[in-house]
């Protein structure tokens, strides 16, 4: 069992950055420097994302806003459709999953085969007609190694799904440099692996990956030249250092992540954090915020944990620099919000759906034309 199986929340530690050890008038700094910059950077420092981080949150998130608008046309959300291609029966411990093997007596997830071609590519077609312009594929895999026969249909799924006019992600567990370009000749769009949280915090989660393994698939991916999308899960017990850790880690890598997916835990009973309370919204929005300043280009999905939150709170982090969600019936093993849902939030709000394979990018001025 994972060691999060009877672990307690951690405390922050005294020297938090951010919050004691810079001066407010030196964060202060910080975050106006990074908010004028009119290109992305990768040489963040630690001290800065805990500066920016911790900025009270009004500030912040109309500071990040000002980003999101430079850079982004800011009524404009990707709509994406997460379909679970290969369910349940996974070696991995990752403590937050129904899908692993070791919690299924209590989560009582009966594994299943992977998908036919045809019924992924019809489940693309009914997600297309629905608004959405990207699909997502998962299955519950620890690598692709000796999985062949299962490789070349999922390739056949991402042809399938490219030939629609949609842009197709997969998440598959490790691959190497030779799967990768295997996936990126099928014309894979992007390729999903979440860090989930910090370098620290991340044996208390999970024992049978480790952090790097899971920093070498992002280079095989990045190197085959499919876009990285890498995000994180809040609410596992960690803290605001190791919500740092993260934002920290993606925002220092080669290149920022094409797409970024913030997690808000959703507890499954029968696994070791099934009775963990939910991260608190604020949380939410302080960490779409902050990636939104720090990597200004990337697309900022929310996630898991979206069906919990309101309306109006949804409205918040898209204010914040969020433009993208999952929609459709479901996402992995998890409740989703619906299609019709959604429709009728953006009609609402006044928001817009984005096209494949053309985001609108503004950078040309200090704030984006609506």
């Not at 996936?183 to 692996?193: I, M, P, S």
């Not at 998890?334 to 096209?355: H, I, Q, S, V």
Request: charge should be positive; glycine fraction near 8%.
């Amino acid at each position: 069992m994972s060691l999060a199986a009877t672990s307690t929340p951690r405390q922050s530690p005294s020297s938090t950055l951010g919050a004691n050890s810079i001066s407010h008038e030196r964060a202060r700094h910080i975050l106006r420097d990074s908010v004028s910059r009119m290109a992305p950077r990768n040489d963040w420092t630690r001290d800065e994302v805990a500066a920016i981080y911790h900025h009270p949150l009004m500030e912040l998130g109309y500071q990040s806003a000002s980003v999101h608008r430079r850079f982004h046309k800011p009524n404009e959300v990707q709509l994406c459709t997460l379909m679970n291609i290969k369910t349940g029966g996974c070696s991995e411990d990752c403590s937050y999953c129904a899908q692993s093997t070791r919690y299924q007596k209590g989560t009582g997830l009966v594994a299943k085969r992977v998908e036919t071609i045809e019924s992924v590519l019809e489940a693309a077609r009914i997600a297309k007609a629905n608004g959405s312009t990207r699909f997502c594929m998962g299955a519950a895999w620890r690598d692709m190694r000796g999985r062949k026969n299962s490789m070349r249909n999922i390739k056949d799924m991402v042809t399938g799904v490219r030939a629609m006019g949609m842009e197709v992600c997969v998440t598959l567990g490790m691959i190497d440099a030779d799967q990768a370009r295997e996936l990126r000749a099928a014309g894979l769009t992007a390729y999903n692996h979440n860090l989930d949280t910090s370098r620290e915090f991340y044996p208390s989660i999970i024992s049978t990956r480790t952090y790097d393994e899971r920093l070498n698939t992002l280079t095989h991916v990045r190197d085959a030249g499919i876009n990285v999308c890498s995000g994180g899960i809040l609410g596992l017990g960690e803290t605001a250092d190791d919500r740092i850790g993260l934002l920290h880690t993606v925002a220092t890598l080669p290149s920022h992540p094409e797409s970024f997916p913030v997690n808000a835990l959703v507890p499954i009973k029968g696994t070791p954090l099934g009775d963990r309370k939910p991260i608190e919204f604020t949380a939410m929005m302080r960490t779409i915020a902050t990636a939104r300043i720090l990597m200004p280009a990337t697309i900022i999905r929310i996630a898991a944990g979206r069906k919990t939150m309101s309306e109006e709170q949804q409205a918040l982090c898209f204010m914040a620099g969020a433009n993208a969600i999952f929609t459709g019936e479901k996402m992995l093993t998890t409740d989703c919000n619906g299609w019709d849902e959604d429709a009728a939030m953006f009609k609402r709000w006044g928001l817009e759906p984005m096209k494949s394979f053309r985001k609108t990018t503004v950078t040309s001025g200090p704030e984006a034309p609506l």
